[in-house]
């Protein structure tokens, strides 16, 4: 009886672990492949005789070469930098006392305007691309980053109360009221108190808010139509392909190399970030 | 204190949104600033387009697909990660690499393990003879293989998101409740579909409901891999919008297509509130 159940166990696992790997190359082939690609000699990568799996010549750095010296690779990793640090700084300023004003907001207003806040994440840039096409042609930002920067923090605002709310709701008010008590106004209670110990909510809501500006496709596809502009996620995928020519190579270095870094650095606060989504839904 | 934040998300999707219905009832052109109403005019001459139609009806075709992969996908990948294991760390981080990367890189990458000449799955189905060396599959050339592909990359996209909130919802479940099934001699199935399923519905609710708004509203797999061809035969409503009224530089016509994603928006935004107030109550 109990060597059937071992047996059981153990055959529970072996299955649970077939699963699991099938799932897991399949997921993480196309970044293998990438990575096979982008040290790949050209006349390897183009020999259909050659099994692809494999280096037949010795691998080589002339694709991550070319990409940075002959392409506007560096030029749009610095764009996505700087547009991601202006968003999260727009965030920030105008989030954090959002959130904290609706978590100490009592009754039913709080929560319907919670409620709101988050319907508006809903609303699709397809839906609002051409409008704001038009706004940003209005305010003279058209083929800039601040286009971008305008109008990113339309949804990282949103997302960022409804995350912050659950931190700011989770300090006691006691302990607010004591700060106050002590002779600190509202305003330091906020400052020395309240963020600090929110701080690993804020620092979520920074990362969410720069890696949002790496991964956007369509509005920076909208608004921005000179390479030089552009941002990784779009640069990379539109502009390293020129006519019907395909540096793959490159191409997949350049892929390689913008999507590592998010991933490891996102890998850490996934189970916060999705804690954002859950935490209306979820009790 | 909350104003600043409310005006500026007013004026960035309020606006727009209600901009958004004025354009598509009126004349608006690139470059100029006059407006006249006109009616359904816009409306009438997308009808007369057919590739509005088949827009339409691709983009269910590509949101029920897809959902539904992901569903079936992201409820194994929750079993199989719910319990800690050795080498959970390495393997989340494997699965999480398709959700965190920028969608329009990873599109990218398909793109080339797609490619007409060099496609590596080509490869591997040539060798193993389940394809002609002669004529393999063009996965983003024929239509219904172009489809099946946009899908697939848009479930592979999307995958660890539903997965991820299933994993919570998982969590709080009482593990007592399933145990005690156990003990009683229900099976590993049984136990799956009269258990433990029905227990985490709410929770598949909420990841359905996103999963819908992401994929019905989105265009980057498919402007990526296809730019919505073989002869708009993978043309969805985002893309279409994007191709008549940005590309095109038909504001109006592109506004009507757009417009059409409100209804679906609506029906979600109402299911979504009454799935929340239900969890409120119980």
Not at chain 1, 40 to 57: A, I
Not at chain 2, 111 to 117: C, E, N, Q, V
Not at chain 2, 257 to 272: C, D, E, G, N, T
Request: proline share 5%; glycine share 8%; net charge positive.
């Amino acid at each position: 009886m109990i060597g059937g159940l071992r047996a059981r166990r153990r055959a529970r696992a072996a299955v649970r672990w077939a699963t699991l790997a099938t799932f897991a190359v399949a997921l993480a082939f196309p970044f293998y492949w990438m990575l096979i690609t982008a040290f790949k000699r050209t006349g390897d990568l183009y020999d259909l005789k050659n099994s692809p799996f494999l280096f037949h010549e010795a691998p080589t750095l002339e694709h991550v070469r070319f990409l940075f010296r002959e392409t506007l690779f560096l030029r749009w990793l610095g764009n996505t930098g700087l547009a991601g640090l202006a968003v999260v700084a727009i965030t920030l300023l105008f989030a954090t006392p959002a959130a904290y004003a609706l978590a100490r907001l009592t009754g039913r207003w709080g929560e319907r305007i919670g409620i709101g806040v988050f319907l508006t994440y809903l609303v699709p840039p397809t839906l609002l691309f051409i409008p704001l096409s038009r706004i940003v042609a209005r305010l003279g930002l058209q083929d800039s980053l601040g286009s971008i920067i305008l109008v990113y923090p339309s949804f990282t605002i949103p997302f960022s109360i409804w995350l912050l709310m659950g931190f700011f709701k989770s300090i006691p008010r006691e302990l607010e009221d004591a700060a106050m008590v002590d002779g600190l106004s509202r305003f330091q209670t906020f400052v020395q108190l309240v963020i600090p110990i929110s701080l690993s909510g804020i620092l979520t809501v920074v990362i969410f808010s720069f890696t949002l500006v790496m991964q956007e496709f369509v509005y920076a596809l909208t608004f921005i139509s000179s390479a030089s502009h552009q941002t990784v996620g779009v640069g990379v995928p539109i502009y390293l392909v020129r006519g019907d020519v395909y540096y793959w190579g490159s191409l997949m270095a350049a892929c390689l190399i913008s999507s590592l870094p998010i991933a490891i650095l996102y890998n850490v606060f996934l189970d916060r970030f999705i804690a954002g989504f859950t935490v209306g839904s979820v009790k | 204190m909350f104003l600043p934040a409310m005006l500026y998300v007013a004026a960035l999707v309020g606006v727009p949104f209600v901009l958004a219905f004025l354009y598509s009832v009126g004349d608006v052109k690139v470059g100029s600033r006059g407006y006249h109403f006109v009616g359904l005019a816009n409306f009438r001459s997308v009808f007369q387009n057919p590739a509005f139609f088949r827009a339409l009806e691709n983009s269910f075709i590509f949101t029920i697909a897809s959902q539904v992969l992901v569903l079936v996908g992201a409820t194994i990948l929750a079993l199989g990660l719910k319990d800690a294991f050795p080498g959970r760390r390495a393997l989340r981080f494997l699965i999480v690499l398709p959700w965190v990367a920028p969608v329009s890189i990873g599109s990218i990458g398909w793109k080339w393990i797609l490619d007409s000449l060099y496609s590596v799955i080509n490869w591997v189905l040539i060798r193993l003879h389940l394809a002609n060396q002669f004529s393999p599959p063009m996965w983003l050339g024929e239509p219904k293989l172009a489809m099946l592909s946009v899908i697939l990359v848009h479930t592979w996209h999307m995958l660890l998101f539903a997965t991820v909130i299933l994993l919570a919802g998982m969590t709080s479940i009482p593990r007592d409740i399933p145990e005690a099934a156990e003990v009683d001699g229900a099976g590993f199935f049984r136990r799956l579909f009269q258990i433990e399923i029905p227990m985490m519905l709410p929770i598949i609710n909420v990841a359905v409901l996103f999963g819908i708004v992401f994929t019905f509203t989105d265009m980057t797999v498919i402007y990526i891999l296809t730019r919505g061809g073989p002869y708009d035969t993978t043309q969805v409503l985002p893309s279409l919008a994007f191709f008549t009224g940005i590309l095109g530089s038909d504001l109006a016509e592109g506004a009507v297509i757009s417009i059409f994603l409100v209804p679906m928006l609506v029906v979600v935004a109402w299911m979504m509130l009454r799935t929340a107030s239900r969890a409120e109550v119980t």
